[in-house]
């Protein structure tokens, strides 16, 4: 199984911690593939910067159509899903959907530890699109600027735990999900000092990954999720261009 | 007051239809502008045409910034809605959000009719996300393929009146939108035809815009409508690139 | 275009800060009537109290009808919504909703700063009703006795603006309405102090009705909103009882 | 105990038709004192309708101020309610929210049947303001003409239970009830009829107003259904200005 | 009427409070059956211990079999309920059930006042199920480890008042629910010390169901409550098997 | 890794049918040990019936304990879910919430094909309380008696294959689930035949368990999920106890 996995941002080093992880958490029979955004932002904040972060992905996801088994976009907020799809044939996820389902089946109440507050009502958005934001009991955030995103779990570690240690006390939180790609690996360094269990963005997204893809339940030939239908079109790059061409032929 | 009312398509077919529409709502002080998106599809059924419709509409967005009071996306679904507005500094609004304004303020259940059935499902992920999917008892739409997409409202003006009238008569509904730009100016053909206020999106949304411009509460210096936080970026098209500088020093 | 603008109190100190208000923000074409309800209480704060408003409402609504073009009830709270709007063939929409849209069309999350504690269930009511509960993060509200009604802005105007400030600080607020007719006009003079957009209800009022009035899509012969269907009565006020006469005539 | 049982119509044949179901529901230690509207409708369809009846009942909730140990208001879609809960110290409520309990203590998935067409809106914001909206799965009404209101439950006995087993078959409803005060006593008849456990509006309010005033768990002298605080107020019905004055002097 | 209370838990001195309770609560012609689990725990905290007492209470609501005319399941958390209900061929219902009914005839906002931190989530799941979670404010609850279960209403008093004052004032309740059979009776010495009304669970459970069995509304012939449809079987304790056999044939 | 899958019913032949699949879909290095409900029914179809089938898999989770790597509970409508989640400290799940989220992952709309019409309101039930209701726009199901149950997949192909045709033509499903451990691998056999991809609920289970156990987030040492506090308990199946008891000691 070939999976491609995408950071939605410009940041190598992030890409390196989402790979460092990737490759720990796949199968043995999984080969990982990374990309990262030509274009956009060093990481998501906002509803904004997620859009463009979409744009960004998508040519990715195109430029690789026919090539991979399954497609996780590797930052929480899930940039571009659900939109993107419809343009792959193959299984394609984002970490919160995945990291959502893995919280949801170990405990009824979710907590998110996220690394900033501007972060959160995109977040917000994000888990209520997916239907599962009645489980979601907080959204709690790191309040202090940032230094580098690449830092961001080695500078702010005890910070992170204490958030978690809050929303197991405070907010009655089952399950707790270290949420964003900076923050890829985390979970396992800190389980035994969060009282319950602890979902890490990356892995998850991983492993439900190859959960689905392993499924093998079809594409969408029909539904809201099928290509687009053919329509003229104009300047898209021409990778997406010619994967949706494909698509729509395949559609047929 | 001075309004940009961008078509997120690349048909200027359906730009005239919407010129016409925003000419004939606006009051007489209002200068209305008018922009077609210069990449993209011909209209929008999926979620996937949203998100590169979104892209086109940012870079007209950034293009305009300084030079208008108030921006209008004119497509049914809300491309680019709601991140848009983290980029604009004047009240930026979409179709259907104020479609569903102007409806809600006269009916209780609301019935949308659409162009295509590929369409709904994207519609009602814009409703839901809105706010107000409780109030919208139906998404009904022309089964046949379309012609042309700026003849749309000429050729299935029967088609479309019977959906209006289904929708009273078995939804319900206390109130119709005429859904989705090609069908800008039908309500005021139709409206004698149908037994409950009708809502056509782009009347609606220039008369919502003028609104809320004229209400100037001020702009967004907090809160997730704040301009993005500056960080490093990459390759955005320049005229976004110069418009996000501007915002973020403007935040300050 | 003739708008009714009805203070549903009997506070005549309020009527002329709605008027106010009202003929700042209404278009320089619109002519404005005020008019004060001739029983009930000084101000809403209860259920039970808005009933009695609503009911004053209903006199003067059917007292003008066929005089105006378009109805305003000038209560957050909105008394007598949606009832009243069966009894009128003209826009007749309270001022809560009004704001709500207003708000909803700039931002995600909204806040409503409120007169007094005993006040807020009541709107809570009211905002679920219409259906954008989900989008109202807090209701806040002045905790202290009031003075006279006629001069709560300006007696605690530097409160609401703390409470707007804590709104958007802690509940993550992106917008504030400033609830309630005696504030009519404040938001002018402090919306530079508030670092998001701030609503007016009569403002909103105003020109959302101005804004639907001149969509003119039509009016309710069908559906939950038509007039009510003929049926023996006794002992209405008589103006109502000739308004219902005529509206029901109307509708067949 | 002493109820006393309201019909917010003017209608004196449903009067009666409530009276004998009242009776034959009532312990024998209960008395039961009845009331008719002195003005408004013969019965209610509409959400105004529904306005003006809550007007006629406050005057007789203050009328009988401190002669009886609880209210119902004995008409399907609760005018009034729950506004009137505020100037009552004793337990009063609506048959709706009685019958709708009666109902979720019996089945899962609720179906109401009601009378005509027109008044299901009516029905359905009472239901959702209650918050069993999710419980209720189907309001199926008469679609025909009704003759007398005091006949309704004769003349249309056989297409009450075929819509009562249409909502069992179709809908899935566990349980139906029987709405609307013109179809008191129906229930008794035709529950051998109906395969499921079948709720009368009247048997249900004065069953559940017995059993909660029976707990007298005491009153409300804070919350959102305490008297309302004491201030101006102008030309109210007399019984209604004393019955306040009362309230507000046993609040303090 | 005859009716079997059953303490899903294996607390004797449980058992003797609700019997206190439920003998003053029900009406002089009501006979009151006591029943106490067999196996499982002191008390409920949890979903798995309310899981164990469900098959406690099943296999004595199937020993009563055509004894009763009404069966209350006498914890709070409603253990086996809506499942219990379909081997019942007279009403059966849980005291959370029949508390929140009678505290939404009464109030608006809702607290419930629980004994052990850990029982919340419970509790929560219990009042989502049953459909009125929009409702119910705040579950407040003792933060102190218990004594002996049969003396938490003496030793925790004060406490529980505070707790039910606390929910008043801060999270704006007009009405609470002092909740578990360990507080039966509590609510007739402290109503006067809490500003609103109070619910006690077991007091609300045996009106509940006198109320619901003198409806006499028919059973469940069809519909999801109706007996399980006969399918092999093995193993069942010998009265359930029993009692299931004479459902079955009844449903013929 | 070794995962107990139990059958939470009395059907050998179905036990085959799940252990089939399982096996097909477990990874190479996964041992699967299956187990039987040694009491309860054939199959499940009711709320009461599930109550009884926790009560069987309780004490096979229990006898396993301390042997296996996590425990999937093979019934479409997650019989004791999330009860069960409470006496296991390792991963344990129903088939119902990991189709869910498989599907929840592929599609936006999810439809469910059921083998009996009593079968829907428990599933329904289930997937509300999983969070993921508004995700599911029917349930469908075969309206004819089944023959054995262990050839319900074989006996009525065709008719489920027409079922999740009409989900997605009519209900516009984007995916389907074949629930039921009696369809167990029918996915296989018709994903080329159903134009969306299918959702195996066995293969989902067996697939999504593997995915949580590989993540190793740790346990839950608080919130609700920790094992259940001490306290007397009496006659649970000595299985069960002990377990408990182990439980209990690990929690401290």
């Known amino acids: ?9 410009i940041s190598e080093d992030v890409t390196r911690l989402i790979e460092r ?3 720990r958490s796949a199968a043995p029979a999984t080969e990982v593939v990374l990309a990262t955004a030509r274009h956009g932002f060093e990481y998501i904040e906002t509803r904004f910067e997620s859009l463009v972060a979409a ?3 998508a040519e990715l996801v195109a430029e690789h ?5 399954g497609v996780l ?4 907020g899930d940039p571009g899903i659900p939109a993107l799809k419809e ?3 193959v299984p394609l996820m984002g970490i919160t959907e995945a990291a959502l389902c893995a919280a949801a089946l170990q405990g009824q109440r979710i907590a998110v530890v996220a690394i900033s507050d501007r972060i959160t009502p995109w977040y917000r958005d994000c888990i209520d699109r997916f239907g599962l934001g009645s489980r979601v009991v907080s959204i709690r955030s790191i309040k202090e600027a940032l230094g580098g995103i690449g830092a961001v779990q080695d500078d702010f570690q005890d910070v992170l735990v204490d958030l978690a240690g809050a929303a197991v006390r405070e907010d009655g939180a089952d399950v707790v999900i270290l949420a964003g790609a900076p923050l890829a690996g985390l979970a396992r360094n800190v389980r035994g000092l969060i009282p319950v269990p602890v979902v890490d963005g990356i ?3 991983v492993r439900m990954l190859e959960a689905v893809c392993g499924l093998d339940g079809g594409g969408h030939r029909a539904g809201s999720f099928a290509a687009p239908p ?5 300047m898209l790059p021409p990778a997406l261009d010619a994967a949706l061409a494909t698509l729509q032929k395949g559609a047929r």
Do not use: Y
């Not at 199984?1 to 941002?9: D, E, G, S, Y």
């Not at 159509?65 to 088994?69: A, E, L, R, Y």
């Not at 976009?73 to 929480?76: K, Q």
């Open 1 to 9: 199984m070939r999976l491609l996995v995408i950071n939605p941002n």
């Open 21 to 23: 992880e990737a490759l």
């Open 55 to 57: 744009g960004a992905v």
């Open 65 to 69: 159509h026919g090539q991979v088994d």
């Open 73 to 76: 976009v590797a930052a929480f």
């Open 87 to 89: 343009i792959s044939d």
């Open 203 to 205: 892995a998850a997204g």
């Open 230 to 234: 053919p329509k003229p079109r104009r």
